[in-house]
C-alpha cells in the first residue's frame, strides 16, 4: 500500500503518523509546502519525502496569488513519480483544498482544529472552500467526538473518530530523575506551547492563588514549552510575586518528552479554545499515571473521565482551577489513585499502535469501497 501524505514535514504529529505507518509496512511520501528542519524521515527505506521546497524561505504561500497552481503542478509530478493508492491531507483547509484540486481519489481528509473551527469564521469564502474541500473527500476523519460534531456543519458525510494516542510503552510511569526540584516539592506542571489559545495565563493565576490559599504546601510550577507569551508570563509571575516558585524550562526535544512529564505530580491542561481538539499532552501524562485537571472545552474533556481519572474544570475560572489543584497536592493518595486509573484508561482506549492500526484499517477500506 501506498499512501501520499499532503501534511507540514515539521509537525511532530505528521512525523508520529508518517513514521508509523511506515513500521506496519506503508509505503508513505510526504507533500510539504515547508522544508523539514531536519531529516527524521531518513531512517526507513519505505518513508521518503516526495516535494518539499529548497529552502522555506523559497516556500510559497498557498494563499499567494498563484501559489495554489504552482503545488498544484508539483503535486501531479509527485503522483506521477509515486504512483500513491491513497493521498491523506492533513489539515483540511491549506493541504485539504491542494488535495481537492488534484481531482485524486481515493482521498481522505483529517481535520485537526483550526481547520474547522477558525479558518471558517473568516468569511463566507473560507466556510466555502471548506465544504468545497470535505465534498471532494472519500473519507474524512476527526481526532475527537466533539469535533465531529463540528465537522457536521460543513458536510453530511459520515466522520470516522481517529484518536491521536501515544505510545504506552515510552509514555509510561517512571520515577523523578532530575535535579530541579526537591523530593519534597509537589510539582504542578504543562508541557504545552506558550500561546493564548492554552490558557497557561489562567494556569499561572491559578497556581499563584493556590499559593497563597495553602502557603503549608511546597509548591512549584514547571512550565515546558516556549511561545509568544513567554515574556508576558515571566513579567507576570514577578509582578504575583511567585517568580521564585516557577520554572520555564523552554522547548525539550520530543523524545525527552515523557522524562518533563515524569518530572510532574499534578499536570494542568487549561486551554480556552474549543479548536484543541484532542489534547494530546493530557493523554500522555494520563500514560504516565500522573493526577490531570483540565478545563471543559474542546477535546480535552472527552480524554478524562470526570472525576475518576482526572478533574474537569470550567474554562477561564481561576477559582476552580486553583480548587482542584489544591485538592490534589493535599493528597498524595488521591494522586495516585486517579493516576493509575488515568493510565489504564489510556491503555484501553489510546494505545498508538491501536490508533496506527485503525487507520491501516481505513484505509484498506476506502480501498475496497473506491476501487
Request: charged share 20%; hydrophobic share 45%; proline share 3%.
Amino acid at each position: 500500500m501506498k499512501i501520499l501524505l499532503l501534511a507540514d514535514a515539521n509537525s511532530s504529529h505528521v512525523q508520529k503518523w508518517a513514521i508509523g505507518l511506515a513500521n506496519l509496512g506503508v509505503e508513505v511520501a510526504l507533500f510539504s509546502f515547508n522544508r523539514a528542519q531536519y531529516d527524521w524521515y531518513s531512517q526507513l527505506k519505505n518513508l521518503h519525502i516526495v516535494y518539499q521546497p529548497e529552502a522555506n524561505s523559497d516556500s510559497i504561500s498557498v494563499f499567494q496569488k498563484l501559489g495554489y497552481l504552482l503545488h498544484l503542478s508539483r503535486l501531479k509530478k509527485a503522483i506521477d513519480l509515486f504512483r500513491p493508492d491513497i493521498i491523506h491531507a492533513h489539515y483540511a483547509s491549506s493541504y485539504g483544498l491542494l488535495g481537492a484540486l488534484s481531482n485524486f481519489h481515493p482521498f481522505l481528509i483529517s481535520v485537526w482544529g483550526s481547520d474547522v473551527y477558525n479558518f471558517p469564521e473568516k468569511s463566507f469564502l473560507h466556510k466555502s472552500l471548506l465544504k468545497y474541500n470535505l465534498g471532494k473527500a472519500n473519507r474524512i476523519l476527526s481526532t475527537s467526538e466533539i469535533m465531529r460534531v463540528r465537522i457536521q456543519q460543513f458536510t453530511n458525510k459520515k466522520i470516522e473518530v481517529t484518536p491521536f494516542g501515544v505510545d504506552i510503552e515510552r509514555f509510561s510511569p517512571k520515577p523523578k530523575t532530575n535535579l530541579l526540584f526537591k523530593e519534597s516539592d509537589i510539582v504542578i506542571g504543562q508541557v504545552k506551547a506558550l500561546e493564548p489559545k492554552y490558557g497557561t495565563e489562567i494556569l499561572l493565576r491559578s497556581f499563584a492563588l493556590a499559593v497563597k490559599q495553602a502557603p503549608h504546601l511546597p509548591l512549584k510550577l514547571f512550565l515546558v514549552g516556549t511561545g509568544s507569551l513567554l515574556n508576558h508570563l515571566k513579567n507576570l509571575a514577578n509582578k504575583m510575586g511567585i517568580a521564585e516558585h516557577v520554572v520555564f524550562q523552554g522547548s525539550v526535544p520530543h523524545d525527552l518528552v515523557p522524562e518533563y512529564h515524569n518530572m510532574i505530580d499534578i499536570f494542568v491542561s487549561v486551554s480556552i479554545d474549543d479548536s484543541e481538539s484532542f489534547g494530546v499532552s493530557a493523554v500522555e501524562a494520563c500514560s504516565c499515571a500522573k493526577a490531570v485537571i483540565v478545563a471543559r472545552t474542546g477535546g480535552l474533556k472527552e480524554v478524562i473521565v470526570e472525576n475518576e481519572t482526572g478533574l474537569i474544570v470550567e474554562k477561564n475560572n481561576v477559582e476552580q482551577t486553583t480548587k482542584a489543584i489544591i485538592k490534589f497536592a493535599e493528597n498524595v493518595e488521591l494522586r495516585t489513585a486517579f493516576g493509575n486509573r488515568a493510565r489504564e484508561h489510556v491503555l484501553k482506549f489510546y494505545s498508538w499502535n491501536e490508533n496506527l492500526l485503525l487507520m491501516k484499517s481505513i484505509y484498506h477500506e476506502v480501498l475496497k469501497v473506491v476501487k
